[in-house]
């Protein structure tokens, strides 16, 4: 029995190291520090501010060359993982993203897989932010919402302000901090990670009667792309999954016109192959915001609770 649980666990180590262990907060910081000390010249240990237990919520930043933006102004993107707790796979996934890029932003021109190249030469002139854990209250309790500093269990992807339904918002510091830095840092590109569907989606994902956003068509054919590695369905969020109220995908398009999509990780996810449908994602988008980000349909009645996406 006990060789048996060793195999067992074995075998979830490798696969799912987040589920199997239980991890806390701790240990994706220190995978974090560990990566920035490897290699300094590429990632660099950032932060977005104190949560409502005062912990610092830290990321990575990630670039080919550093300083290279004061030449060339760099466009900056986000991955974040983890606005609910329990989708822990999310913290694994962004993890993943970073080692995937850190490892191909240290080769040497004519190292990486042809079939990458181009994929590579887009990203170059980007800074990359991965922040794996937004929620990390919950996230050591395995609990979808976060504390509030008044002791308030919140949904963070409900705390955004809405387009189409009047509600709370920004009741927690976690989500207030990441769209303060979304707003000063200028981010062009966000993808948020979540689980356990197997869809990569993009807005509308409010309650209108028209779900397709005015750029609709770049928003299908790049997420086609992605998709293309991972096999996951694609869409709007309305569509492929169901409408929510202050879902923050929604309100970064809607309010800056940032690239916004979110990825449901399959229940058994192929992590490789997702960091590299994000890496695909990243490296197609412009260097500009959307400049058509209105909604242009009907917002349409709601009743009773919002549900907000898995
Ligand atoms: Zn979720």
Redesign the pocket.
Known sequence: MLFKNRVIGACCIFLFPSICFGTNYDNVVKKMQDLAANHPKIAVMMDIGKNDSGILIQGLKIEKQPGFDVVVGKTKHLLVGV??GN?KLGADVAIKFAEDLIQNFSLEAGEADDSWEDTWQGLEDRVLYVIPVLNIGGYNANT?EERSSGGSSVDP?RDYPDVCVQQKYFQLASTSNLARFIEKEEIIGAVTV??YIGTFTYPWGIFTDSTKTLDDSFYREVAKASVAINNYRTGTHTDIIYPAAGAFEDWAYYKFGVWTMLL?VARSPDIQKDSAAMIKYFSQLPQERSTQHQHTGNCTQTKGSFP???
Request: avoid cysteine.
């Open positions: 606005h609910h989708e979808r992807n979540h689980g449901e907000s996406r898995p």
